[in-house]
Every structure is written in structure tokens, then in C-alpha cells.
């Protein structure tokens, strides 16, 4: 009756699961087979299979496992080697940032920074009684905030901070407000990091838009279009998400922050130490990346990198004594350390961020296909139509590939048209560099989409999708008609 018993409960893969991991693996390894097309070459075909397995087994499988198997599939592509894919992608700087800058965000969490900010929040007087003010806030706040403050060290904070929120009021794991919520931080961080392009690879997008079009991009002018876009975009994201997909914020209204315990009335000193340390290294990365040609930007940029800097954060943090009488550091790393860094981002922004870039490589093929479809569709058209086929444009690639590379292959595209139509190129550059940003729908759009669609707590691949897809339809909804509007006023 025991092995009878025993039998029962045996389990083996469903049919849909073998299905997702044979297409999983044949997009890997065999779409590269097939024969290619258009201006694709053979390498193309490899590379794109990979880069398609990618997303597919990470939306329908396993983080790990896809992520180990395209490593291999890459590294046999031809595009490059087994040994330099795999330091390409676990070397990537964006990876070692977010391994160290776990390490600060995560104990931000772990010694109760989030249980803190939702008591000292939700007992504010003006949003008692008004949830749905809270959550707008919440996201303006913060999505402003991003103009300045690096966005996905941000998101990690946020997202410890939306699960404190989520868990302490008594959400479902699987409850919309968690999904809702987490890609709000999503948006709202990406949106607030877009509006101005004075720093890193945007910066170098406005420089490039500026030679082509000889119209250097003001970007005084671009911030009074993009900061009024990025509050509209979160309300209506705000309030078409509740709708969409009916989420209860009540529970927030009812819940009494007098029952979470003592410690969340205050900051512990240690906790004091990690915000001040990690706020000097966002203050001297932003000062560095604003004061250009300074030897302080070179010494930010070039000699340490801002992955050096969040790197030193974590180190000191690691030795300086808590200041709470314990003998020990302020984060020890042997505690936090099972929360505060998650290997499924880890391996995701390790292989989504050049599988991602490579894709659009000149030797795979793909941008000149990309300018034989549409360079046509803007011939002999109107001004409007191509600052509204600029954006729709913009939000189609950037949620497909790496947003670097296709804005790179973007303008050069369109730049000509823009001109040619009289149109002023102030409007279609902010419109295509601030859109260009907006990759959430698919994980290997951005490093924030990367983030985002790998948090273990946000398990049903579906329920991803549908709301990133959901925000990035409230973009459009804003976007067209205010950058048209813009245009039409002042252009």
C-alpha cells in the first residue's frame, strides 16, 4: 500500500511543457539551419534563432536552464566563440552592476528599508483613505526622480519595496496588484531615464541625431516634452491597468500600518549607513556624467566606470562597522546574501544584453532588411505621418531587440525623411530617442525588461506580457497625439 501510495503521487512533464522545451531548444539550434533570407546571412539565422529561443523559453519555460543552453547555442553561432560569448555575456558591465548593486539594494530590503517606507508612506494623512493616489504618486515620484537617479539600481529598490507593500497588506503572489505594480516601477523608472539624453548611450544617440540631421537636439526643449509625457503616461497607466486588469486596492485603504512591528518605525542605523553610502555613489556617478570633460567625469566613466563605483559602494558597505554596537559590518554579506541577489537576473541580463545587440550586428543582415522594409513607407509622406510612424516605429523595434542598436540603425533610416518633409528634426529626434527607450514587453528589449520579467515572484509568463503590453499601449495613447501636438504648435 506504501509503493501504491508512493506511485500515485509521481508526477511527469505535461505535454505543453515538453512542447515549450522542444521549441525552445530547436530555435536555438536549429533555426540557424534553415535556409536564410532576404539580406540575412547564415550567421544571422544562428543568431537570430538564439536570441528568438531566448525570449520564447523565458516566457514560457525556466530562467536558468534557456539561459545555460543559449550560452552554448551563441557561442556556436559563428558570430563569435565559445569563450568569448561566454565573457561577453557573464563579463557584461551591466551584469557585474547589478550583482554589486544587489548587494547594497538587496539589504536596503533585508534590514527593513521597505518595511519602513510603507509605514512612514501609507500613515501620511494625504493618502489615507486614497489608495489609488498612493500608487499614482508612488510612480510620478519616483519616475521623475530617475532624470537623475540610475534606473535600474532604482527599480531593485522598488521592487523589494512594492513586495514589502504587497505582502504586508495581505496580497495574493499571484495577485494582479503585484504584476500591476511591478511593471508601474518598470515603466516609470525607463520613462523617467529617457526624458533627458545627456548621459551614456542616449547621449550618444542625440549626438548622432545632431550630425545626420545638422540640428544639434536641444534637450531643454526635449525635457518640456518628455516630463508633462511621462506623468501623463503613468496616470493613464495607472488608471487603465486598474481596469484592465481589476485591481483591488482596497486592501491598501484598510490596511492598519499600527500592526506591522516596532521596527518599522524607524531606520536602523545600519540601514542609515547603506542609504548614505549608496546615495554618495548615485550623487557622484550622476555629477560625473553631467560635468562632461571634467577629470572627475573621466574618473567616473573611464577609469572606474559607474559599475566601479557601485562596486566600491558594496565594498565599503561590506567593511564599515553598523553602528549598532554588533561588532559587525553594515551589510553582512553571509545573511543577505540568499535575498539580495538573484541569479535568474543574473543570467538573463547576462544573455538577453549582447545576444540582444548582436542581433542587429552589420554581419548578421538584419538592419538592411530592417531598411528595405520600411525606408519605402516613409517616401513622399507627410510630416505627421512620420513623427507618428517614428514613434509606433520606435516602440515596435525597442521591444524586439536591443534598443541601443536598433535606435542606432533607426535614425539614419529616418533622418532623411524627416528633413525632406520640413518638418522640424527637434520633434522626430526627442520623439524616437525617448520612445526608443520604452523596451518592456519582451525580456531582451532592455536591461529593465530583463529585470523585470526574471523576478521570481512574478512566475505566470502570460500575466508579464499582458501588462507590459498594457503599458505599452498607454505610451502610444499619450505619446501620438502629444508629440503631435507639440509639433504642430511649435515646429
Known sequence: MGNAAVATTKKSYGTFKIINIIITLFLMFGFGLLPPFSTLTPVGMKVLGVFLGVVYGYSTCDIIWPS??????????????MGAAITSMMGHNVVFQSIVGFIAAGSLSYYGFGKWFVRWSLSKKIFQGKPLLYVWAFFVVFGLSCVVVNQIILSLILYGIWNDIADNCGYDEKSSFRYV?????MLCTILGGAMIPYQSWMLGLANTWSDVTGSQLNMGLMGAMTIPATVLILTVYVFVSKWVFKVDYS?????????????SKHLRPRTKRILVVYLLTVFLCILGNTLIGTGLANFVNNTV???GM???????LLVLPSGEGDGLPTIEFKKVKNTAISWEVILMCAVTLPLASAVTNDVTGIVPWLSGVFAPIFAGKGSLFILIFTIVLSLILTNLGSNIAFGAAMIPIIAPFVIESGMNPQFAGAAMIYVINIGMILPGASAPASIFHSQPILSNGGMRLKVTTCAAVCVLIVTIPLFSFFSAIFG
Do not use: P, S
Not at 499600527?258 to 521596527?263: A, S
Open 68 to 81: 545555460l543552453f543559449a550560452i552554448i547555442a551563441y557561442g556556436i553561432t559563428g558570430y563569435t566563440t
Open 181 to 185: 505594480g511591478f511593471c508601474g516601477i
Open 251 to 263: 486592501t491598501m485603504q484598510k490596511f492598519d500600518v499600527n500592526k506591522m512591528d516596532e521596527e
Open 305 to 307: 566606470t559607474v559599475a
Open 310 to 316: 557601485y562596486c566600491i559602494c558594496a565594498a565599503i
